[in-house]
């Protein structure tokens, strides 16, 4: 299984390095301002400091990068210039919000350490990347619905996982949406044979690992933002992910299959630094928290619709064979994919797929 093992600290240290150059800049340039004044006499020194008593300190806005691995045309990249939005204006520019797509400061397996680290303030992973229990999201054909999903993740189940993210030193603030995912390859996937042997990217889940490896697959965990040039290439046969990330990271120009089997459920969790939040003063942090519902209200009315249009503008492209698998076909895949239920106890805790499962058959 490939992992992308990008050192993390030495992006840290060239940020240091670029700050105490840049403090080292700002210490020359007071000490040839100090030595003009002294050019100047004390009458006018003692003028100038007379009128920068009585004026006014603008205080500097609290900075907030956002993080995230995705490009601004979806739901996700939308909606966090929605936060940023939402969060300048409502604070009266108290609050300036940095947004940093497509993996521009991280990549994903670096992002929650620069958060840990305190480099970034904000981030939207998909869930996958908290490891544990929120693997059970990850689970095939866990969910029939996106209406399935939200009753979960809306309901006391979500909000102990989020509370359970506070002993790693996050804040969780929101659950966002992206949808169900498909499979992508070089060849057709119209049974659970025809995953024998293929090279299959899938984020970094136990539960996914196991997924693939059940069906007869070679799972390899890389970033996003290195898939298609791994498809390219030939290094990587497939991949599992939403239409709208496909549109969006062209990966279906290297592709020439697609298999809409909807057999699992992306989402994304944003989170910030819980040392930087709880020291945030109390009006401010309640003001954010009422910018991210409303732009997790409109993140979440986006995603369903970007994905029924990305699948559309895939399929328009005749760059690749569609194929939607019927109820007999989806049965069988179900069916060979039962044992990852039965493995990923070891690391999910069975009560929790139990009181998930209980949440999906109950009546809406």
């Not at 840049?22 to 020194?45: D, H, K, N, Y």
């Not at 029939?144 to 993210?165: E, F, K, W």
């Amino acid at each position: 299984m490939d992992i992308d093992h990008t050192n993390v600290s030495g992006t840290h240290g060239e940020n240091k390095s670029r700050r105490l150059a840049t403090a080292l800049t700002t210490f020359s340039i007071a000490a040839v301002q100090l030595a003009s004044v002294w050019a100047l006499g004390i009458t006018e020194v003692d003028a100038q400091t007379q009128a920068s008593a009585t004026a006014p300190v603008p205080a500097r806005p609290i900075l907030i990068q956002f993080s995230h691995v995705v490009a601004v045309d979806t739901a996700k990249g939308r909606a966090a210039l929605k936060f940023k939005e939402l969060a300048e204006a409502r604070t009266g520019g108290q609050v300036r919000v940095e947004v940093y797509p497509n993996s521009q400061l991280y990549k994903d397996r670096e992002e929650l350490d620069a958060l840990s680290l305190g480099a970034v303030q904000m981030l939207a992973p998909a869930l996958s990347k908290f490891g544990g229990d929120f693997e059970a999201l990850d689970l095939p054909f866990l969910f029939t619905s996106h209406a399935q999903y939200r009753r979960v993740v809306d309901g006391p189940i979500g909000a102990r996982m989020l509370q359970n993210l506070e002993s790693r030193g996050f804040r969780g603030l929101a659950f966002w949406d992206n949808g169900f995912k498909v499979f992508t390859a070089n060849r057709p996937l119209q049974s659970v044979q025809d995953f024998k042997g293929l090279r299959i990217r899938v984020q970094a889940s136990k539960t996914l690992v196991t997924q693939m490896k059940q069906l007869g697959s070679e799972p390899s965990v890389s970033s996003l933002s290195n898939v298609h040039e791994a498809l390219r290439s030939g290094k990587l046969d497939g991949q599992e992910n939403t239409p709208i990330n496909i549109a969006s990271q062209h990966l279906h120009d290297v592709q020439t299959h697609l298999t809409v089997s909807n057999h699992g459920y992306l989402a994304y969790a944003v989170v910030v630094n819980k040392y930087f939040w709880d020291k945030l003063p109390a009006d401010i942090r309640t003001t954010l928290e009422g910018a991210m519902r409303d732009a997790t209200a409109y993140e979440n009315s986006l995603a369903e619709a970007d994905n029924i249009r990305a699948l559309k503008q895939i399929e328009a492209t005749g760059k690749l064979n569609v194929y939607v698998p019927d109820s007999r076909v989806l049965a069988q895949w179900r069916q060979a994919l039962v044992p990852v239920y039965q493995t990923s106890e070891a690391w999910i805790d069975p009560a929790l797929i139990s009181d998930i499962e209980a949440v999906n058959q109950a009546p809406p």
